[in-house]
T-cell receptor, first 114, second 112 residues
Framework: DAGITQSPRHKVTETGTPVTLRCHQT?????MYWYRQDPGHGLRLIHY???????DKGEVSDGYSVSRSKTEDFLLTLESATSSQTSVYFC?????????????FGPGTRLTVT | GESVGLHLPTLSVQEGDNSIINCAYS??????FIWYKQESGKGPQFIID?????DKRQGQRVTVLLNKTVKHLSLQIAATQPGDSAVYFC???????????FGAGTTVTVRA
């Protein structure tokens, strides 16, 4: 699992509430990613980070924000949760110095917005 | 829309047979293609990748073939085992971009 943990693993929240998901890594990787996974869509990139305080948007970033104040933590915030954000969220890291393009994924967070 | 996709959403394979999972892509500028395996309840796991300047790459029991003429990628699994039951995703990376684009996935079920 490349030393990646996600918290919480499961969460149920109400529409309109803010939610923050945490991704924590222990191996000092520079690149971190947040994806959502929905049936029929595979994995879609929400935001990614290429260093502390360096982040950029992915293809489905509306309604989400991220922060990376230290190398080991990448936080994903749903500013005002909606039912369309019910999904499984995966964090990933990409090790540097590899000739291949590998990303390693965390175990996921299942979020339900009621 | 997505530039990477899989031909079939499901594949049923007899244990011991070879599996072939297909993927079509549309972005000619992609320089890496990657296959991931996702078991139930877990995150995706990297299997193998291939650079765009290659046609074939072999790993342990897996082979990836790339046909740039028809923009087609396939993953072949030899002697499929029950542990190979999972969802398989292809993904592509373009140039120096840090991002991957994933297809929708193929669910492989291995019959005993």
């Amino acid at each position: 699992d490349a030393g990646i943990t996600q918290s919480p693993r499961h969460k149920v929240t109400e529409t309109g509430t803010p939610v923050t998901l945490r991704c924590h890594q222990t191996e000092n990787h520079r690149y971190m990613y947040w994806y959502r996974q929905d049936p029929g869509h595979g994995l879609r990139l929400i935001h990614y980070s290429y260093g502390v305080k360096d982040t950029d948007k992915g293809e489905v970033s509306d309604g989400y924000s991220v922060s990376r104040s230290k190398t080991e933590d990448f936080l994903l915030t749903l500013e005002s949760a909606t039912s369309s954000q019910t999904s499984v969220y995966f964090c990933a890291i990409r090790p540097q110095g590899r000739l291949t393009y590998e990303q390693y994924f965390g175990p996921g967070t299942r979020l339900t917005v009621t | 829309g997505e530039s990477v996709g899989l031909h079939l959403p499901t594949l049923s394979v007899q244990e011991g047979d070879n599996s072939i999972i297909n993927c079509a892509y549309s972005n000619s500028a992609s320089d890496y293609f990657i296959w991931y395996k996702q078991e139930s309840g877990k995150g995706p796991q990297f299997i193998i990748d291939i650079r765009s300047n290659m046609d074939k790459r072999q790993g342990q029991r897996v082979t990836v073939l790339l046909n740039k003429t028809v923009k087609h990628l396939s993953l072949q699994i030899a002697a499929t085992q029950p542990g190979d039951s999972a969802v398989y995703f292809c993904a592509e990376k373009e140039g120096n971009d840090y991002k991957l684009s994933f297809g929708a996935g193929t669910t492989v079920t291995v019959r005993a």
